[in-house]
């Protein structure tokens, strides 16, 4: 079963730091890229990052940039979203996606989602 | 960056046909892929390029482009396709970044 679960989510304080994780399942994780995507409360989808099916090329939105890093373990067939400097406006549901086309390709699509994991940034 | 804009709300007689649009200049260059979401749930891909559809998805979602328009078709629309919808493509200006759009919800009437 083709499966992506994160983890990591909680509530932490403006300028503090959290690591997401997304633990890939069912399918050949380095054969794909991958993403992380928010959702502020109320609010629609944002993407926020993605890396390489081989960690070789990573990029982010320009709100994130400097701040977080995204990162892979092939090995362990898990996503990584580090964190830093948190900020109110970054509270949201962070979700990982798998990229069902290679990162030169014309198309693109998102095909594969997990639960999503729940970052609130508040003192 | 790109940017892609929906109409906020349409609503959609049970059984009839609404069509949901999507505008960007990112979209002259990639095909647009479209998500539904419902109230506390994950993204769900419906279409992606031309007008592909994954597997489990129902025919009656169909997608298509035109210049910098791209469109989501639900035909003979059900109450469980009440649900916000998102466009997404590849932002067009070269930084490898992704975009999605402004999001639609559909009410099935």
């Known amino acids: 079963q083709v499966q992506l679960v994160e983890s990591g989510g909680g509530v932490v304080q403006p300028g503090r730091s959290l690591r997401l994780s997304c633990a890939a399942s069912?399918?050949?994780?380095?054969?794909?890229?991958m993403h992380w995507v928010r959702q502020a409360p109320g609010k629609g989808l944002e993407w926020v990052a993605v890396?390489?099916?081989?960690?070789?090329?990573?990029y982010y939105e320009d709100s994130v940039k400097g701040r977080f890093t995204i990162s892979r373990d092939n090995s362990k067939n898990t996503l990584y979203l580090q964190m830093k400097s948190l900020r109110a406006e970054d509270t949201a549901v962070y979700y990982c996606a798998r990229d069902l086309y290679g990162p030169l390709d014309q198309l693109h699509a998102f095909d594969i989602w997990g639960q999503g994991t729940m970052v609130t940034v508040s003192s | 960056s790109s940017e892609l804009t929906q109409d906020p709300a349409v609503s959609v007689a049970l059984g009839q046909t609404v069509r949901i649009t999507c505008q960007g200049d990112?979209?002259?260059?990639?095909?647009a892929s479209w998500y539904q979401q419902k109230p506390g749930q994950a993204p769900v891909l419906v279409i992606y390029g031309k007008n592909n559809r994954p597997s489990g998805i129902p025919d009656r979602f169909s997608g298509s482009s035109s210049g910098n328009t791209a469109s989501l078709t639900i035909t003979g629309a059900q109450a469980e396709d009440e649900a916000d919808y998102y466009c997404n493509s590849r932002d067009s200006s070269g930084n490898h970044h992704y975009v999605f759009g402004t999001g639609t919800k559909v009410t099935v009437l």
């Open positions: 069912g399918f050949t994780f380095s054969s794909y890229g």
């Open positions: 990112s979209l002259r260059s990639y095909y």
């Open positions: 890396i390489w099916y081989d960690g070789s090329n990573k």
